[in-house]
């Protein structure tokens, strides 16, 4: 998958490093016999741990594979419903990413998100309420918390409508 590719894979203490291919493979020449540390690390993910390879032969094969965990952060904010105390039941969404959270009684989300720039709106929901998209981009850090304004829902309003006669049916 294209979350495979673009890896960097580094051995530590030299000028050897590549990147990984489309299908996540890759291949360090030049290295001489020897143990050796490498790390990789790809923007958008936790580096992984360094591990010790080592070599004897012509090729030596990895008999593991490298597993990179996507990095994440927390978006957080407060959502109130006008006129109203009880703050809960407001459905937060993250566009594109289908992501969603319910806030508490007192307006207070968080969602967990990959790290990232998003130009997504973020949407709140409440069937008594307006909606009221939050349109600016916002971004996400590895292990950090990103902050948005606070976002209040306006109620919907109601109407009634009817006729008025006299009495005699006019």
Do not use: C, H, R, W
């Not at 004897?56 to 996507?70: A, H």
């Not at 009880?86 to 566009?95: A, F, L």
């Not at 806030?103 to 709106?121: A, E």
């Not at 949407?123 to 349109?135: A, L, S």
């Amino acid at each position: 998958t294209a979350d495979e590719a673009g890896a960097t894979i580094s051995v530590i203490g030299t000028n050897y490093s590549t990147t990984s291919n489309s299908d996540g493979n890759f291949t360090i020449t030049g290295l001489t016999k020897g143990t050796y540390q490498i790390q990789v690390s790809k923007s958008g993910y936790i580096s992984s741990d360094m591990y010790l390879v080592n070599i004897e032969d012509t090729i030596t094969t990895l008999d593991y594979g490298i597993t990179l965990t996507q990095a994440k952060g927390t978006l957080s904010g407060v959502v109130n419903l006008s006129g109203n105390s009880d703050n809960s039941g407001v459905i937060v969404t993250v566009g594109s990413t289908g992501l969603s959270t319910v806030k508490n009684v007192y307006g207070q989300y968080s969602i967990t998100l990959p790290t990232g720039t998003y130009q997504d709106d973020i949407i709140f929901t409440n069937g008594d309420y307006i909606d009221n998209p939050y349109t600016n981009s916002f971004t996400i850090s590895a292990s950090q918390t990103t902050q948005i304004s606070q976002i209040t829902l306006a109620s919907k309003t109601q109407s009634i409508t009817g006729i008025v006669k006299d009495n005699n049916g006019n």
